[in-house]
């Protein structure tokens, strides 16, 4: 008897050759990144000794110099990360109302929301900080202004994402009512949203604590300032110290953001 | 108390209890407002100022200066690079230190230290790392190529072990059953299982590593960032809002590309 | 009987997960001829954790499991994956790779016989991808072949399983509650698939179960569990209701 081959293959030859596209798509990228880009490689095998190099200067930590301008710059971090993050909410609530199709129906809407959200996205915290550091000179204020405004896309595009997710059922009995839409919000969308909201703004402060530790390396107030000078200066012990206090209240940071969140969802 | 609920009985039955613990939390955040804005000395009268200059600054960054378009298509070809390699380097380590950070499958002998450097890779901002690579390796793509490695180890190591570690281990056990070798029972238990939210990950850390990359320049670290920030010092703000315009399409290209890509997978 | 003939040999096998709380109090047995062997018992008296030691999916605590001459407790690596490899196993929530499609469970049974590389490459053997569509048409799913896993109902998820196992050229089967999530219908049919290859491959398939009219039905020997040790082992029609008493405990739902 004559014996069929079956035949079995994984995929059909259109998704092979979609997929093999997308391979070669980043092989090609790949390659033609490592052969352009300006590395010498003398400086690549160098790195283990330099970085070891460089650990070694920073020990031992300075500690003396934390009560000096350590403590009163990683408390304004702190205020330039929480009071962004409040004032991000100011422009990010309605962009995210804008948004999301179940509240607002017009396309223009979505594409103005969707722009700003997007342009607050694209451009880095650091970036609008150099910004405002140029409209309003150096300090705290640009800071804050530059965590407001890169924070708004990031809680504009979850928080409407969390809008349209919400159960249609409750709004609509709402509306059934004749209720004003100041009412239908409070009562029909907020209760829906309210642990979404909590846990994204949170979890943006948590990133903000981060991003504003650095802001000050271009001006913008608060513990980057400080770290920039000693590293100006080569004081590599007292960069050591305001690192491990950056490295001490992100972590608390995080801590406490897990907390929160535990309690309130 | 009766204060509040007068303003509750104004519209429907609440069916959630008023939550005292969010409402104190808004108190918190208010009186905090008022003792930030004067501890950091954010006045009304510099804001205003501030204004006047932005006014300034628009008009002179608009209409966009192109015409430095070869400097620009250097810094942004170093940019892609830097995204392209250190993505590429980042995702792949991360697939083994993810499996070896994933408790399910690891001893904790091994799980733990990995993860603590997950942890160690993920607490520090990108730009912080990128001043310490400069340091150590100079100035250029290389110090930018690192530091995005260690960013993307930092972030999709994580989700990937927590990827393997939600997957049903059923089938693992099945395919174990069958005599498969430990890489055999990646390949058909594990991997099915993860591929596709892989794929999303992925496509997020290259867009994260993207915007990133135009970032780091900014500490000397290569890329469109360099570019940016000498354009800022030298007050070229025509050719800054060229540069600004650049990263959005940038991005905005990406994530066209990136649903493209989610699509196939 | 010979030792040369003989399947299996379980011998002093115990297990505790806890120390000093075993749920396996020494377990001897031997199987010696093919076909099926039912373990019946109630539920949490250690039959899967009996199953599951003898691919060592569970590591035993102590005893000895004499499979193809060669105690499976004491084999590792590359020793261990050639003996589970002759040691299929179905399961009771069938654990079927869901995102794969059928054909590709059915194909994984050979995951035991390739290399790593070749699993990568998905590299089959004709001869092997033939034979998965040949049991593939004998559970009757031919023209599922291609679609996912999780598409399929329980009774064809089984199926599927049981196609797994077989793929596998095993030398015993053992499958555990292989019909308790499903109706009492495609229960029978899975036992008869189970009794179908069992006889085609003469090997042995040691299959626990709850139900002791499904057992009874089909087996050719039964081995009753209670509390970690056996308690009774021969033929189904043997079975009194005073062993189902010592097996199960109580009375009321005897009948």
């Known amino acids: 008897m004559q014996k069929i081959d079956h035949h079995w293959q994984r995929f059909t030859l259109k998704q092979k050759l979609s997929r093999f596209t997308v391979y070669l798509f980043f092989i090609v990228a790949l390659v033609l990144s490592v052969r352009t880009v300006e590395i010498i490689p003398e400086f690549f095998f160098d790195a283990p000794e330099q970085m070891v190099d460089l650990f070694s200067r920073m020990w031992p930590i300075d500690f003396a110099f934390y009560p000096i301008s350590v403590h009163d710059a990683m408390i304004e971090t702190l205020n330039i990360a929480t009071l962004g993050t409040l004032f991000t909410l100011i422009f990010s609530i309605p962009l995210a109302l804008m948004n999301a199709s179940n509240i607002v129906a017009s396309p223009w809407a979505h594409w103005i929301a969707r722009f700003f959200l997007v342009s607050s996205r694209s451009v880095n915290s650091l970036v609008w900080a150099l910004l405002f550091v140029a409209i309003f000179g150096p300090g705290v204020l640009a800071g804050v202004l530059a965590i407001a405004f890169r924070s708004v896309g990031f809680v504009g595009k979850l928080l409407s994402e969390a809008l349209e997710e919400i159960d249609m059922g409750s709004v609509e009995a709402l509306r059934a009512t004749g209720a004003p839409w100041g009412a239908v919000m409070l009562k029909g969308y907020w209760p829906q949203v309210k642990p979404a909201f909590f846990s994204i703004v949170l979890f943006r402060w948590d990133i903000n604590v981060r991003e504003s530790a650095v802001l000050g390396l271009v001006g913008a107030g608060g513990i980057g300032v400080v770290l920039n000078d000693s590293m100006n200066l080569f004081q590599w012990q007292q960069v050591a110290m305001s690192l491990l206090a950056i490295f001490a209240v992100v972590v608390a940071a995080e801590v406490v953001v897990v907390n929160i969140r535990k309690r309130l969802i | ?265 | 009987m010979s030792a040369a003939q003989r399947f299996l040999e379980v011998k002093g096998l115990k297990k505790e997960y806890v120390a000093g709380n075993p749920i396996l109090k020494g377990v001897d047995f031997s199987i010696d001829s093919p076909g099926i062997v039912a373990i019946i018992g109630p539920s949490g008296t250690g039959k899967s954790t009996l199953l599951r030691c003898i691919n060592r999916l569970i590591e035993p605590t102590a005893g000895q499991i004499i499979f193809d001459n060669s105690d499976v407790c004491l084999a590792s690596g590359k020793v261990l994956r050639h003996l589970r490899r002759q040691v299929a196993m179905v399961f009771q929530e069938y654990n079927l790779v869901e995102r794969l499609s059928v054909i590709e469970n059915v194909l994984s049974g050979r995951l035991g016989y390739m290399t790593s590389w070749q699993a990568w490459r998905r590299n089959y053997l004709q001869s092997d991808i033939n034979n998965a569509y040949e049991l593939l048409a004998a559970v009757g799913l031919e023209e599922h072949a291609n679609k996912r896993a999780d598409s399929l109902s329980g009774g064809q998820r089984q199926r599927v399983g049981i196609a797994r196992a077989v793929m596998q050229d095993p030398r015993i089967i053992l499958a555990d509650e292989p019909t308790s999530s499903l109706d009492p219908k495609t229960a029978v049919e899975i036992m008869e698939l189970l009794e179908k290859f069992a006889s085609e491959k003469n090997i042995p398939a040691l299959v626990n179960m709850h139900d002791v009219k499904l057992a009874q039905r089909f087996a050719k020997r039964i081995i009753g569990m209670s509390n970690g040790h056996i308690v009774y082992d021969g033929a189904p029609e043997g079975i009194t209701d005073e062993h189902l008493k010592k097996i199960y405990g109580g009375e009321s739902w005897l009948d």
């Not at chain 2, 892609?80 to 950070?101: D, H, N, P, Q």
């Not at chain 2, 790392?129 to 100079?138: D, P, Y």
């Not at chain 2, 320049?217 to 000498?230: D, E, K, R």
């Open chain 2, 1 to 265: 108390m009766a204060g509040l609920n007068k303003q509750t009985a104004s519209t429907q039955h609440n069916p959630f209890p008023r939550n005292w613990w969010v409402s104190g939390l808004w108190l918190v955040a208010a009186i905090y407002l008022v003792y930030s804005v004067n501890a950091m000395g954010l006045d009304w009268d510099r804001f205003t100022a501030g204004l006047g200059h932005a006014d300034n600054l628009l008009s002179r960054m608009f209409p966009p200066n192109f015409s430095r378009w070869e400097l620009l298509l250097e810094g942004l070809i170093e940019s892609l690079e830097i995204a392209v390699i250190s993505s590429v380097v980042g995702i792949f380590l991360s697939l083994f230190i993810g499996l070896l950070a994933a408790r399910n499958f690891m001893p904790n002998w091994i799980s733990t230290p990995v993860r603590g450097f997950i942890a160690l890779c993920r607490s520090f901002h990108p730009v912080i790392i990128a001043i310490l690579f400069v340091k150590s390796v100079g100035f250029g793509a290389l110090a930018g190529i690192l530091t995005l490695v260690i960013a993307t180890i930092g972030f999709i190591a994580k989700l990937f072990a927590e990827a393997i570690e939600e997957i049903s281990f059923k089938q693992v056990e099945a395919i174990r059953a069958t005599g498969a070798s430990f890489v055999s029972v990646i390949l058909f238990a594990v991997m099915p299982q993860v591929f596709s939210r892989f794929i999303g990950f992925a496509t997020y850390q290259f867009d994260s590593n993207l915007r990133n990359s135009t970032m780091v320049g900014i500490v000397g670290a290569g890329g469109l960032g360099g570019t940016l920030f000498s354009a800022f010092q030298r007050f070229d703000y025509d050719f800054v809002a060229a540069i600004l315009i650049t990263i959005i399409a940038l991005i905005l290209f990406w994530e066209f590309l990136s649903t493209l890509v989610r699509r196939i997978f």
